[in-house]
């Protein structure tokens, strides 16, 4: 039984889950939706990532190593 709930909850992320990349040559993560947040990394062209949320133009990603971040919704694409 156990078994199958880890595979359904695997499965369920997976469907569930919005995918990026950046499009752009480089863009920054900041620690929130606006120009006025801190950076905290720069991303580069074909980094992926998962999209959480979005707010006021700038979406709430996060990074395969677990870092996450703002981006500008202009300089990705939904994959």
């Known amino acids: ?9 695997a499965i369920d992320e997976t469907v569930n889950t919005t995918r990026g ?4 040559s480089s863009a920054e ?9 801190g950076k905290i990394f720069t991303g580069h062209e ?3 990532f ?5 707010r006021q133009g700038y979406c709430l990603v996060e990074l ?7 981006i500008r ?3 990705l694409t939904e994959i």
């Open 73 to 75: 919704e202009t300089t």
């Open 21 to 24: 990349v950046i499009t752009v």
């Open 46 to 48: 074909g980094l992926e």
């Open 29 to 37: 993560l900041r620690e929130g939706p606006g120009e006025d947040f």
């Open 1 to 9: 039984i156990l078994g199958s709930v880890i595979t359904h909850s």
């Open 64 to 70: 395969a190593n677990g870092l996450k971040g703002w």
């Open 50 to 54: 998962k999209i959480l949320s979005r």
